[in-house]
């Protein structure tokens, strides 16, 4: 599996920012995919989670500034985030839900004014 993630950068709290992740090497469609973040000193974390068939999960600290889709016809998953905290600044990674093993290489959201 192949995850390509993209889209971070510096953002201003209440600003917004969309991250995309292209995915190959699988059966994309039928997969459930994650999105997952690693802030520094803390553990890798799921933040929101899209089954085939649209039905999301997000962690509570996201929920309503958030949202996860997908775009099966792409093999893209993508992440909107609303109205991001200083408390987001993380790596964040795209994987299957379960994670497999292989993470590629994230890409890196700083929140700050």
């Known amino acids: 599996v192949q995850l390509q993630a993209s889209g971070g950068g510096l953002v201003q709290p209440g600003g917004s920012l969309r991250l995309s992740c292209a995915v190959s090497?699988?059966?994309?469609?039928?997969?459930?995919m994650g999105w997952y973040r690693q802030a520094p000193g803390k553990q890798r974390e799921l933040v929101a989670s899209i089954t085939s068939g649209g039905t999301t999960y997000y962690v509570d600290s996201v929920k309503g500034r958030f949202t996860i889709s997908r775009d099966n016809a792409k093999n893209t998953v993508y992440l909107q985030m609303n109205s991001p905290k200083p408390e987001d600044t993380a790596v964040y990674y795209c994987?299957?839900?379960?994670?497999?093993?292989?993470w590629g290489q994230g890409t890196q959201v700083t929140v700050s004014s």
């Open positions: 090497g699988t059966i994309f469609s039928i997969n459930v």
């Open positions: 994987n299957l839900f379960p994670a497999r093993s292989y």
